[in-house]
Nanobody, 125 residues
Framework: QVKLVESGGGSVQAGGSLRLSCEAS????????MGWFRQAPGKEREGVAT???????SYTDSVKGRFTISLDASKTTLYLQMNSLKPEDTAMYYC???????????????????WGQGTQVTVSS
């Protein structure tokens, strides 16, 4: 059973940075897609960034140039480096994974069967 545990959220002022981490375990396959989604109060969950085990990355337009997704060498820890944070980045951030090489933050959240519990990011102006 896949288990995903996020950490690293917090409160920062606009322009600041945060680094989110997601510890993954229970994978029984070698090729998969991992990603970060976020959900603000009253809004739908939306994709932020995804990465395949071969290193290919994809970002939603609103975070391009500010956020960087990465996997560690063991491919069991997912990161999201968030720079130049804006108040509109405030949301609960979730780590997700699926055993597939089709990987995009633009897909519906229902595409991903595995989720962490989330970590809150709050950006004040």
């Amino acid at each position: 059973q896949v288990k995903l545990v996020e950490s690293g959220g917090g409160s920062v002022q606009a322009g600041g940075s945060l680094r989110l981490s997601c510890e993954a375990s229970g994978f029984t396959y070698s090729n998969y897609c991992m990603g970060w989604f976020r959900q603000a109060p009253g809004k739908e969950r939306e994709g932020v960034a995804t990465i395949r085990t071969d290193g290919a990355t994809s970002y939603t337009d609103s975070v391009k140039g500010r956020f960087t997704i990465s996997l560690d060498a063991s491919k069991t820890t997912l990161y999201l480096q968030m720079n130049s944070l804006k108040p509109e980045d405030t949301a609960m951030y979730y780590c997700t994974a699926r055993a597939t090489l089709y990987c995009s933050p633009l897909v519906s959240p229902t595409y991903f069967p595995n989720w962490g519990q989330g970590t809150q990011v709050t950006v004040s102006s």
